[in-house]
């Protein structure tokens, strides 16, 4: 069972780069997230989607963006990286709203 | 707008010590909470959900209760084992339209000593 993977676990950027964070779920999920988490702070949502071709923005969503063409896939983009993006990236995954969340292993992403 | 409060923020306690962990919220219009345990560099395991319906759930030796008239959860980790060493967050759904969006607390770091 794959459950929600998340590529890559690592990656250094420099300031003003651009990359994607892929995400993918093999449970036939709808509803997809993805969160940052800072040292010493709560997950932070940055966007959310309840189905394909369906995403909202969450609390943190300054310099991201997201997609979602497939019910498996939600990638976060990151354009023109700065420092305060360094965080810890998870993705995660409910069949509807109100259910069990089901997490990646995270992104770790240092902006330098 | 929904806060949620967890304390301590670490605890450490010997091997075989019942415990209970905290979590707190300011809005009691919730859905529903969830407890999670994350361990060092790994993403978050989900472990016991309460509706806002129900009073407590059990999973094994883990125990988690919902007051939602005073905004609070306890999650009661009976016979901690060093295997427990984690930190534990709770988070919680809210009502209304569109908010599909669970508020974490900054969690709890427990470490249990053999």
């Known amino acids: 069972n794959a459950g929600v993977t998340q590529t890559p676990k690592f990656r250094i950027l420099k300031i003003g780069q651009s990359m994607t964070l892929q995400c993918t779920q093999d449970m036939n999920h709808n509803y997809m997230y993805w969160y940052r988490q800072d040292p010493g702070m709560g997950l932070k949502l940055i966007y959310y989607s309840v189905g394909a071709g369906i995403t909202d923005k969450g609390e943190v969503p300054n310099g991201y963006n997201v997609s979602r063409s497939t019910t498996e896939d939600f990638p976060l983009r990151l354009e023109l990286a700065a420092p305060s993006q360094t965080s810890v990236y998870f993705c995660a995954s409910s069949y509807s709203g109100n259910e069990k969340l089901f997490f990646g292993s995270g992104t770790q992403l240092s902006v330098l | 707008k929904q806060e949620v409060t967890q304390i301590p923020a670490a605890l450490s306690v010997p091997e075989g010590e019942n415990l209970v962990l905290n979590c707190s919220f300011t809005?009691?219009?919730?859905?529903?909470l969830q407890w999670f345990r994350q361990d060092p560099g790994k993403g978050l395991t989900s472990l016991l959900l309460?509706?806002?319906?129900?009073r407590e759930q059990t999973s094994g030796r883990l125990n988690a209760s919902l007051d939602k008239s005073s905004g609070r959860s306890t999650l009661y980790i009976a016979a901690s084992q060093p295997g427990d060493s984690a930190t534990y967050l709770c988070a919680v759904l809210g009502l209304g339209p569109g908010t599909y969006k669970y508020i974490f607390g900054t969690g709890t770091r427990l470490k249990v000593l053999a």
């Open positions: 309460i509706q806002s319906s129900q």
């Open positions: 809005d009691s219009a919730i859905y529903n």
